[in-house]
């Protein structure tokens, strides 16, 4: 198994680690010390190494943050994590306050006493997140101050685990479908567009693709932690720790790209003084801002410039994202026909749901990871929207309730991220309904037509109208990009209430997975993903229209569907996508899965 | 007649003027100057006496810019202008160029010399769109140089017209629903949660709402020109052209706002110095920025504090708006009832068009001013979306021919803005289908249920989304903000593609006007207001809703609905629509105008 079910951290973490943190502010001089989830890299998931807040104060969410003072301290989560918080966090140690609504900034404020000097560790926040922090103590009369060594670094040096050393691998051009010589040349038109000499690269995620590596530091996603120096002119220097070399990359990489230590990194990064450089203030913490400035740098603030050549994937990455999901919606069906048999009397627990998952996806030979642990939530489980089983929490199946399973696989072709609801007994009058109408949002995302320039934040609204009408909606985004066996989790794009800038363009992949939760009782959330392309000509239309086509090929459960809510061209795209199921997973099943598709893909 | 037919600028300005212009550069020792359509106040509409891009270039248009270099210069417009921009500007001596895509910066990074010094006026640019322009400048190697006295102005002093000197009057509180001293101690308190001790005011709206007066400066909206500096405690400075101040105005501002002349702000803001004070950069210029700065105040920007309470109305102002699209309503309607019958075969013009319609307005007795002028546009004309009638381009109607009327009026108790689109004659088959299709799209965006913090970004994709199934879209907003007896285009909400950080709040007006164009055969607009609501009670729902409700009550021409393009819940919005028209506009008729209204308001 890939997947465990341990608890990594518990309420115990802040009675046995802030005596220790606190030490070691006292002998750094300082009175308090933020500690954000983000590590060096920023990037969603981090190795053990770095996962500071959860071993600060317990919580493992995989956003957050905490505030430790001499006398008290904080620790900060979003809406998704407010029971999980409780779990996790000793509330006699740490106020669990909202990361969103103020935050750190607002805590800093109303709790920071004038004199007071608050250590950060600069490699960490990003500078516009800096700013607002230094703004709110300075309000309380408080000071930030940069650390040169990690308090929490310090105190949990004796048990804290080494820094990830997975090989780095060529991701070959049958699979990335561009030579990194060609991408460093589009980048290096790109950073010539925007005045730049040369471009500092922080993002994982960027490194993999630009360079066409794959690496083995973050759990469920093949990314190697380094960074990069991109010149105009396409040349550029990896630093990457030499352990993680493996014996063909600087070969495969070629003599545009010079190898280096990470140790090399400040020098190279003094010696752009007098250049122009870009960085994103998004992806790049504080430190390389300064840094860089300390060395006469001209700093130009950007968006990371392999973020949108990154998301818009090439045909060689699309026909690979297809057959992954075919042979994942092959994994995913048979798992389906389980849980529609076999299981509906057997009653699993979510343990055993989660583990007949893995087993099939690694049946098929080609698993690389999983793009993410599992979740598997019965009943009310299912309404914790970020849960993931643990043998405490772990939930048997009971007639009468839902089971929602979100998970995904990492494939060298290609990444899937998937979720599919299922009834266990007979789903009540209610659940029907409001299964419906998350269908019904999910099918307008899917069928619609847009022009170009047309960002996610536009369509965000078709995938909730329905639950709108009926005054229901759900908390949480309804698509996130996704790599090309890369991160599960990827921009610019996305289609969320939030404002987003960036346009849908064709090739994005993005998932669609509008949900419903009734706290208690049980969750509900439909997630295909689908690419971004160019719309078939419309007879009478004037203007070229994209659209979306879906990867996800597994059923969706038609005992869950009230039909008389859909209307004429809902239950037209359902049927239609239920025979795209059965007509290209069909063949790869044995004869009674066979059968049982057959009639979960009927039309209705 | 309140509007007028003239052309007020031709193509042979830029040949009588840019020579003046360029000698007074000469003269400045200037290599070139920019030339905003913005004057000072930042505001939609300009005074005759700052309307500089147009007594340079000829072009008449809301938004636009134009550079002048000693040998060359360019006009900039956006996409609504494309066509107006050819017919008044003399192409020998201005490049037409594209405002959005590239804009002013693109132009002068390619066109400027090095070396080259080229003018700006600090009191025109806001200090962020100023950024951009330096660096686009910086990368040609020009500098961009602030002046004390705008070129344009010298070269114009002989025939420029006056600045207005209108009355202010107070706005009495049956019409605003608040006193004064009720909203600077609100946003006094906006202010404090700012981290500011003042800020300075210099938005017409923002002066007009926050002392309750009106005035008269600028054409089609009651703006008062004028600077305020509202203190954290609620007490103000007002700075008014004394030639406005109206015997009665000191008391009923009261002794916690002091008036000045417009001289003494300088000084005012001088006297800042070491004072936290907050300016919005969108709408206050670099001039302020540059000020404050010199003075040695502490420069928070920050959004005008007055503009979401502003855009938030009361219940009186709402009472207000209400009753003023009924007798708005009423002229509209009676306008409409000519329209499909005597006109339909009497075949009027345009201006015939405007002037009825005028003539209906006046009749009401309540009428203080149109709120923009009159957009009629027959047939081909109405594809223009930013039309006005001129005697140039004044066209009569033709049967088979579809006209679009956009137009509204000021009353002292609320603002209209209403379009319809009437066929002449027998509509072909296309047109029906299209007017259906907008249709769809504006009954989508009325009868939408949301919840709170849902943005006007995230609703314009309803509007549109039948178009876009079919292949079609339009080129502007769907909504706009529109004040209580001030602009009918205002802030900080909107419904449009672009990215808007404000979220739809209860009693905020917005405009619903999805449309589509055919160039060179005809336009079609649907807009009405309406305004932001709780929605009733949902039975099983969970959350609070909110709602529109509809402000503008006149018919929506049946001949040219395609019934069968509707879906139930489409037909019965619109029935009960039309059953409301009946209903309230219906006793405000005479007999065969009633009558005519059953039949236009009949159940489809």
């Given amino acids: 198994m890939r997947q465990t079910f341990d608890e990594h951290a518990d ?6 680690h802030l005596p220790l943190i606190r030490q070691e502010l006292r002998r750094q001089g300082l009175d308090g010390f933020l500690i954000p989830h983000e590590d060096e890299h920023q990037n969603e998931y981090l190795p053990d190494a770095n996962e500071r807040l959860s071993w600060t104060t317990g919580f493992t969410g995989s956003a957050g943050a905490a505030v430790v003072f001499s006398d008290k301290a904080a620790v900060f989560v979003d809406g998704r994590y407010t029971l999980q918080v409780k779990a996790q966090v000793d509330p006699a140690l740490f106020d669990a306050r909202d990361l969103v609504q103020g935050g750190v900034p607002l805590y800093l404020q109303e709790t920071g006493k004038p004199g007071q000097i608050i250590g950060y560790d600069p490699r960490l926040h990003s500078p516009d997140a800096l700013e607002g922090l230094k703004a ?4 309380a009369g408080a000071v930030l101050k940069p650390v040169d060594e990690n308090p929490v670094d310090i105190a949990w040096s004796k048990e804290r685990p080494a820094q990830p050393q997975a090989a780095i691998l060529p991701h070959p051009v049958r699979y990335s479908g561009e030579e990194s010589g060609s991408k460093r040349s589009r980048v290096g038109a790109v950073l010539r567009d925007a005045g730049a000499e040369a471009a500092v690269l922080t993002a994982p995620s960027s490194i993999a693709w630009l360079f066409n590596v794959r690496g ?4 469920r996603s093949p990314l190697p932690l380094g960074q990069a120096i991109l010149r105009a002119d396409g040349t550029a220097e990896l630093f990457l720790d030499p352990v993680k070399v493996t014996e063909d990359l600087p070969a495969f990489l070629g003599n545009q790209v010079a190898l280096a230590p990470p140790e090399a990194l400040p020098a190279a990064l003094a010696a752009l003084k007098g250049r122009k450089v870009l960085v994103d203030p998004s992806q790049s913490s504080a430190w390389y801002f300064d840094t860089l400035a300390a060395a006469g740098a001209d700093v130009v603030r ?14 060689v990455e699309i026909a690979g994202a297809k057959a992954a999901h075919v042979r994942d919606g092959a994994a995913l069906t048979k798992f389906l026909y389980w849980l529609g048999g076999e299981a509906q009397s057997a009653l699993p627990d979510e343990v055993e749901v989660v583990s007949r998952l893995e087993g099939l996806r690694e049946a098929t030979g080609a698993l690389k990871d999983l793009s993410f642990d599992t979740i598997a939530g019965a009943g009310p489980n299912g309404a914790v929207v970020h849960y993931r089983p643990t043998l405490k929490t772990n939930r048997r199946l009971e007639p009468g ?3 929602l399973v979100d998970s995904g696989a990492q494939y060298l072709d290609g990444t899937t991220d998937v979720t599919r609801t299922v009834a266990f007994g007979e789903p009540s009058p209610e659940m029907r309904e409001r299964f419906t109408l998350v269908l019904k949002g999910h099918i307008a995302l899917a069928r619609v037509r847009f022009p170009e320039g047309v960002t996610g934040s536009s369509l965000d609204a078709l995938a909730r109208m329905a639950l709108w009408e009926r005054g229901l909606d759900f908390d949480h985004g309804t698509g996130h990009g996704v790599g090309s066996y890369l991160g599960v989790h990827e921009g610019p794009h996305r289609i969320a209430k939030a404002p987003n800038l ?3 363009r064709p090739g994005m992949i993005v998932s669609n997975e509008p949900g419903y939760y009734k706290t ?3 969750g509900i959330r439909i997630e295909n993903l689908q690419y971004v392309t160019p719309a078939a000509p419309i007879a009478g239309g004037e203007r070229p229209m994209l659209g979306f086509e879906t990867l996800t090929l597994a059923p969706i459960d038609r005992t869950l569907i009230e039909p008389t809510l859909l209307e004429a061209a809902e239950r037209a795209w359902l049927n239609a996508y239920h025979a795209r199921v059965l007509n290209e997973i069909g063949p790869l099943l044995d004869a ?5 598709l057959v009639k979960a893909a009927a039309a209705i």
């Fill in 11 to 16: 309420p115990s973490f802040g009675s046995k």
């Fill in 136 to 139: 709110a103590a300075a309000k």
């Fill in 216 to 219: 083995g530091d973050v759990i």
């Fill in 302 to 315: 950007g968006a990371d410039p392999c973020a949108l050549p990154r998301a818009c994937k090439n045909a």
């Fill in 401 to 403: 309730q839902l089971l």
């Fill in 502 to 504: 960036i346009a849908l």
């Fill in 520 to 522: 208690g009782a049980y």
């Fill in 592 to 596: 009674p899965e066979r059968a049982w």
